[in-house]
T-cell receptor
Framework: DTAVSQTPKYLVTQMGNDKSIKCEQN?????MYWYKQDSKKFLKIMFS???????INETVPNRFSPKSPDKAHLNLHINSLELGDSAVYFC????????????FGEGSWLTVV | KNQVEQSPQSLIILEGKNCTLQ??????????LRWYKQDTGRGPVSLTI?????NTKSNGRYTATLDADTKQSSLHITASQLSDSASYIC??????????????FGTGTRLTVIP
């Protein structure tokens, strides 16, 4: 059983396109996250949602827009993709927003050409 | 400035040998410290989580230590196996009261175990 699942796993798209990455968790967690991992393998938080409400919104271009239809889903929509958006995007969840283990999805490899 | 630094950046060891990975941090106020293992092409998986009062925590062949005074942690891997080859990421959490629990990630140590 997949705890945190995200789709697609691989995505290659042209500059200027709009794309979405979907994420679902079946752990009953309240908090979900989106992280970006760059080429140097550094993980950086982008967004955090707690019970569908935005908690953390780091300095991310407004071309990135998260949407949480319910607490089990947190989708990431990216407008006008740029070459620098190429990275691995990880969805994650935790029981509550503080002090709990974070469970990561398998990642979505985005390549912008 | 809140930072997490890990060393070494990469490490190659023979199967069966032990190794120790280091994590130094300047994150404040400290809440907890976690070690994650990330296999190539996969998402990070939690190995241990330690709070301020915990000095040592084990998970099988993995043993993490924490010295909150010197703000250092180590991850010791005993009798390494080929499957231990992965990146190990140290993550330190700062808790500012109600609401946000900020996480600060190290850049990881890439461990390669060779036969």
């Amino acid at each position: 059983d997949t705890a945190v699942s995200q789709t697609p796993k691989y995505l290659v798209t042209q500059m200027g396109n709009d794309k979405s990455i979907k994420c679902e968790q079946n752990l009953g967690h309240d908090t979900m996250y989106w992280y970006k991992q760059d080429s140097k393998k550094f993980l950086k938080i982008m967004f955090s949602y707690n019970n569908k409400e935005l908690i953390i919104n780091e300095t991310v271009p407004n071309r990135f827009s998260p949407k949480s239809p319910d607490k089990a889903h947190l989708n990431l929509h990216i407008n006008s993709l740029e070459l620098g958006d190429s990275a691995v995007y990880f969805c994650a969840s935790s029981l509550k927003h503080s002090g709990n283990t974070i469970y990561f999805g398998e990642g979505s490899w985005l390549t912008v050409v | 400035k809140n930072q997490v630094e890990q060393s070494p950046q990469s490490l190659i060891i023979l199967e069966g040998k032990n190794c120790t990975l280091q994590c130094n941090y300047t994150v404040s106020p400290f809440s907890n410290l976690r070690w994650y293992k990330q296999d190539t092409g996969r998402g990070p998986v939690s190995l241990t989580i330690m709070t301020f009062s915990e000095n040592t925590k084990s998970n099988g062949r993995y043993t993490a230590t924490l010295d909150a005074d010197t703000k250092q942690s180590s991850l010791h891997i005993t009798a390494s196996q080929l499957s231990d080859s992965a990146s190990y990421i140290c993550v330190v959490s700062a808790y500012y009261g109600t609401g946000a629990n900020n996480l600060f990630f190290g850049t990881g140590t890439r461990l390669t175990v060779i036969p």
